[in-house]
């Protein structure tokens, strides 16, 4: 599974809108999301808690480059692993999570 940490990002989202428009998928609760999010420049951003992927998989793409998104990177990696495990083909997983995004890329995040 492919990892960026937040300082690459923005390389590796230019690499995958060669694919398609990327998507962060933010797999933390609503209110971890209510507490801290980011938006980065072109590129949509779906909540979809961690637990409740496998019911809404059919609203993801499978050919759209996905980057996963959590607190510190673990659940994101699980999530990302279990994309790629159901024929996912564009995922890779944010390291560090949001919280490495605030020290890395936007101090302006919240950390919780």
């Known amino acids: 599974m ?3 940490s937040p300082s ?3 390389e590796w989202f230019v690499q995958a809108s060669e694919t398609g428009l990327p998507l962060v998928l933010d797999v933390r609760e609503t209110w971890e999301c ?14 979809m808690p961690m637990q409740t992927v496998p019911a809404r998989l059919f609203e993801l793409d499978k050919s759209r480059p996905i ?6 990177g673990s659940r994101s990696m699980q999530v990302a692993s279990f994309l790629e495990q159901h024929g996912f083909t564009h995922v890779t997983n944010i390291s560090g999570g949001i ?4 020290s890395e890329v ?5 950390v919780y």
């Open 106 to 110: 936007d101090a302006s995040v919240p």
């Open 8 to 10: 690459q990002f923005n």
């Open 34 to 47: 209510q507490l801290a999010s980011i938006a980065p420049p072109g590129c949509e951003v779906q909540i």
């Open 99 to 102: 919280h490495a995004w605030s």
């Open 67 to 72: 980057a996963c998104l959590c607190h510190h």
């Open 2 to 4: 492919q990892q960026v």
